[in-house]
């Protein structure tokens, strides 16, 4: 499955964009896909994800209450809804998506192998 993330920008602290991860190839139905973001010289960590088939979505504490992840199957596409974004939410944003993740992996960027080529998010007055 390929994926190509969009919807990146520049915004004020407490602002909103809405990112888009457009699937091709294969139906999203069957794999977890995931929200990770990586800034300048940290580690790349999860944010949100929505699980297989959808059947759930799950967050990182610090987007939890401000970010909404979810996949529109008839669009084949993950989306990730940020809102009251704070300075520190400045990343790249990458999507990802796996169908062999296991639940006790499923926030582990290494559990993932199909990645979008990622979508500049900067939060700044």
């Known amino acids: 499955v390929q994926l190509q993330a969009s919807g990146g920008g520049m915004v004020q602290p407490g602002g909103s964009l809405k990112l888009s991860c457009a699937a091709s190839?294969?139906?999203?139905?069957?794999?977890?896909v995931n929200w990770f973001r990586q800034a300048p010289g940290k580690e790349r960590e999860f944010v949100a994800g929505?699980?297989?088939?959808?059947?759930?979505?799950y967050y990182s504490d610090d987007v939890k209450g401000r970010f909404t992840v979810s996949r529109d199957h008839a669009k084949n596409t993950v989306f990730l809804q940020m809102n009251s974004l704070k300075p520190e939410d400045t990343a790249v944003y990458y999507c990802?998506?796996?169908?062999?993740?296991?639940?006790?992996?499923?926030?582990?960027?290494?559990?993932?192998?199909?990645w979008g080529q990622g979508t500049q998010v900067t939060v700044s007055s």
């Open positions: 190839g294969r139906t999203i139905g069957p794999y977890a």
């Open positions: 990802a998506a796996s169908d062999r993740v296991i639940t006790s992996e499923r926030s582990n960027p290494q559990a993932y192998y199909y």
């Open positions: 929505t699980w297989k088939r959808g059947s759930t979505t």
